[in-house]
């Protein structure tokens, strides 16, 4: 098959790219960024470099392939994440739309089935929105959850502070997964038939706040680890603090209401998956121990 993945050699489309190729199959892979090239070629692929701001490169990239893994990158400089996340979207669907493609493979997110009061998860919700007006195209949306390695970002705060916190408490769900699960489901769907837009939900492992502080903390010699809860106000204030632009701290603040409230699993509840990834968190946790110690 000839099969054309965004996302460049990011953590998600770089091992996706691995178990594509192996499996024998074409693979061209897009980055906006030039200084890729040679990695994406080392790989066996064929780099696109362009813009996705750019339907018509987005276009041609496309043209030609009998399925397409589509994702919108992070843009933490966005002036509006929601606009950004919808423009993107939307070139995606004209590029689509002129290309012929016609099976798609779209990274979603868990909560995504909800409109409003989700923080980052709003624009992905807008995405599927407008790639479900595709007419003649099937589309599988995988709603990921939280991803794993997000938990790196809070390496400073266990070194400063000694404690792992957000504005949710101690006992609140969290629905996990690795990108590498990731990569893998989304090579199996690229290699089967399906038809119409369908979502599939994908989970590496479930726990609480408070287990996950205990089960990193153990992993990097402090079993005593805390979660804290912090207001919203609180969390506004050190995001702010060190240097996270306001409309992603809005965005973060905003989802972590949703997972106090456990609003965002709603549909996942509904619709859980019958298999899980294969990397649990204990396993995480030796990866997040050798970042840690680096």
Known sequence: MKITITGSTGNISKPLAQILIA?????TIVSSNSDKTAEIEALGAKAAIGSLTDVTFIASAFTGADAVYAMVPPNFGAPSLREYQGQTGKNYAEAI??????????????????????????????????LSGLEDVAIKFIRAPF???????????IKTAGIL??????DARLVMVHPTDIAAAVAEELQQSFAGKSVRYLVSDETTTGQLAK????????PELPWVEFTDEQAYGGMTQHGVPEEMVKNFVEMGTAIRSGAIWE????????????????????????????
């Not at 991803?147 to 705060?157: G, H, K, R, T, V």
């Not at 089960?215 to 402090?222: Q, Y």
């Open 23 to 27: 499996a024998g199959h074409e693979l």
């Open 97 to 130: 739309r002129q290309s012929g493609v016609k099976r798609v493979v779209a990274l979603s997110s868990i909560g995504a089935h909800l409109s409003e009061g989700t923080g980052p998860i709003k624009g992905v919700h807008d995405v599927e929105g407008i």
């Open 147 to 157: 991803f794993y390695i997000n938990l790196f970002n809070d390496i400073p705060m």
């Open 165 to 170: 916190g957000a504005n949710y408490p101690a």
């Open 215 to 222: 089960t990193l903390g153990a992993a990097i010699g402090k």
């Open 267 to 294: 549909d996942y509840d509904k619709h859980q998956p019958t298999t899980s990834g294969k990397i649990k968190l204990t396993d995480f946790a030796k990866e997040f121990a050798a970042v840690y110690n680096a």
